[in-house]
């Protein structure tokens, strides 16, 4: 059974028998190809017919009347099938999903919004790619300050549950890590991996699975009381990561969520950061980074540029909420550029 918004092939007959029990919901949607497609055909041949009895050559011969007189053609309808002329009948094709005539004509309806057509090809890319994702989140101070119109609600709040959203749109084949930063997290480095980029279909030897040691993760993160945006070390570390960890035939990207601006004074610059990624970038293996501003202290500036520097682009929310929609504009951004 395919999920919402996904084509299987199947016979007219089996769209009918599906579509005669099911509810509105998980009903089919028949469409027939306008450039032709394959017919089934049942052909009717008795076997071993000189091995036969008398009565049982009548009996086949008589089966062979019944499919074809006017009851048994009834039945054949009833039942979902085509006639022999193998014309279609618009009860059947209606039942099994589809529309008559076909190819049919109908009036042009009102397109579709552009964030639906964002949120489309966005999946379109990761869908008929497959994903390679190891997204970044600021754990700086300044996660913990509240959202407007959000009562009781920090920036990490929301952006969490930004990310369990998103992380829902992703399938057992896709592939999702997840990197903390702030500064001196792990020793002298801002950054800090808490889950190995893994398909979320694969189980860890305890049993549990990716997706869920991510949302577990994604809930455990907590913003540092005196974090500080240790953003450029942590740009530079988890690109270079991706690149070495790149997979052919996926979509291979780095996503860096951040609120703030860099507050490392012992970190790389900008200048050189952008020269470094410039550098490292190779269009045999495209990772384009994916920067995220949240919030109106994101230095929104230097995510543009860093981002472009790899083929990526940066997208600036001002809701957090806003971070599941921005993905997907920043994923179809990439697709165009030939980054993906």
């Not at 480095?189 to 990716?210: H, K, N």
């Not at 740009?235 to 860096?256: C, P």
């Not at 951040?258 to 004074?265: I, S, V």
């Not at 230095?299 to 600036?316: F, K, L, V």
């Amino acid at each position: 059974m395919p999920r919402r918004n996904q084509a299987v092939v199947l016979s007219e007959q089996a769209a009918f028998a599906h579509n005669a029990e099911a509810d509105d919901d998980s009903r089919l949607d028949l469409f027939y190809p306008k450039d032709g497609t394959a017919e089934l055909d049942y052909p009717y041949t008795v076997l071993n017919d000189r091995e036969l009895t008398t009565v049982r050559a009548r009996a086949a011969t008589r089966f062979l009347t019944l499919l074809t007189d006017a009851r048994g053609r009834r039945a054949l309808k009833k039942d979902g099938f085509r006639t022999a002329d193998g014309k279609v009948s618009e009860p059947v094709a209606q039942a099994a999903g589809g529309r008559t005539p076909q190819p049919y004509a109908v009036t042009p309806s009102p397109g579709p919004s552009a964030r639906e057509v964002e949120a489309a090809l966005g999946m379109w890319t990761i869908t008929v790619q497959s994903a390679r994702l190891n997204t970044v989140v600021d754990a700086s101070a300044s996660m913990s300050d509240p959202v407007p119109g959000r009562p009781g609600e920090s920036r990490m709040d929301v952006t969490k549950a930004s990310l369990r959203q998103a992380l829902s749109r992703f399938n057992a084949g896709d592939e999702i890590g997840l990197w903390e930063f702030s500064t001196e997290l792990d020793g002298d480095r801002d950054y800090r991996e808490l889950v190995a980029t893994r398909r979320l279909g694969a189980r860890t030897p305890d049993g549990t699975g990716q997706r869920a040691e991510l949302a577990a993760a994604f809930d455990a993160l907590k913003p540092l009381p005196e974090g500080s945006t240790g953003l450029y070390d942590t740009t530079l570390a988890a690109y270079k990561k991706a690149q070495e960890t790149f997979v052919r035939g996926k979509f291979n990207a780095v996503v860096m969520l951040t609120d703030g601006a860099n507050q490392d004074p012992g970190s790389i610059s900008r200048g050189a950061l952008v020269k470094e990624l410039k550098r490292l970038v190779d269009p045999d293996r495209p990772v384009p980074l994916i920067a995220i501003a949240v919030g109106p202290d994101a230095d929104q500036a230097a995510c543009r540029e860093i981002a472009q520097a790899t083929g990526g682009s940066a997208q600036q929310v001002n809701d957090p909420a806003q971070i599941n929609t921005a993905m997907l504009k920043a994923i179809v951004a990439a697709g165009e550029s030939g980054a993906g």
